[in-house]
């Protein structure tokens, strides 16, 4: 079936300093997502990736989807206390089914 | 956030005993999903739903069984709880075809001894 991991599993950073969370697919996929969960909530959605090659921008977060539609990344630009949690991807290959990565938590040492 | 309930928000059972979750929604999204979360497993799919009465499996849903006779209600069974299903568990939904931006609940902290 089909498998999604996320690296690096934990990250520790200065606040200040940039991240970035990989995903990669073993099969290709129509579209993927990103959630951010804060330490005992839920997970939120925070966007979709569809077209090969797509960069969307939120803010200080910037999200790729890689060409062969098989990996992403979520890249945050000068960390804040307010960025620390778990971010997953979610990618969909087939009819409704999402697989989840298995998250990058983030913490940010102010 | 969406109008999405679940209940019990924490639940200690015993081996064996039969224990159904639920999910209640407000916003008359057509798909749900159950989902449970475990330390370096991420989000795992248990089963979901396209409809009434229509349910289909996920990757993890050996244990698990599922009913929606309403648009709102989501019903998640363990038939015989075991304490590999100690977890949190998640309900999500989803509204349009082509939106797939799932709306998730609060969870379900449940534990089994």
Request: proline share 4%; with cysteine.
């Amino acid at each position: 079936g089909q498998q999604v991991m996320q690296i690096p599993q934990y990250q520790h950073v200065q606040e200040g300093e940039d991240f970035t969370t990989y995903c990669n697919s073993s099969t290709t996929l129509s579209n993927i997502q990103w959630y951010k969960q804060r330490p005992g909530g839920h997970p939120v959605f925070l966007i979709q990736l569809v077209k090969s090659g797509e960069v969307k921008k939120q803010k200080r977060l910037t999200f790729q989807f890689g060409e062969a539609k098989k990996n992403s990344s979520l890249h945050i630009t000068a960390t804040q206390t307010t960025d620390v949690g778990t971010y997953f991807c979610a990618g969909r290959g087939g009819y409704q089914k999402v697989t989840f990565g298995t998250g990058t938590k983030l913490q940010v040492i102010p | 956030d969406a109008g999405i309930t679940q209940s019990p928000r924490h639940k200690v059972t015993e081996t064996g005993t039969p224990v159904t979750l639920r999910c209640h929604q407000t916003e008359n999204h057509r798909y749900m999903y159950w989902y449970r979360q475990d330390p370096g497993h991420g989000l795992r799919l248990i089963h979901y739903s396209y409809g009434v009465k229509d349910t289909d499996k996920g990757e993890v849903s050996d244990g698990y069984s599922v009913s929606r006779s309403k648009t709102e209600d989501f019903l998640l069974t363990l038939e015989s709880a075991t304490s590999s299903q100690t977890s949190v568990y998640f309900c999500a939904t989803q509204g349009q075809d082509n939106s797939y931006e799932q709306y998730f609940g609060p969870g379900t902290r449940l534990t089994v001894t």
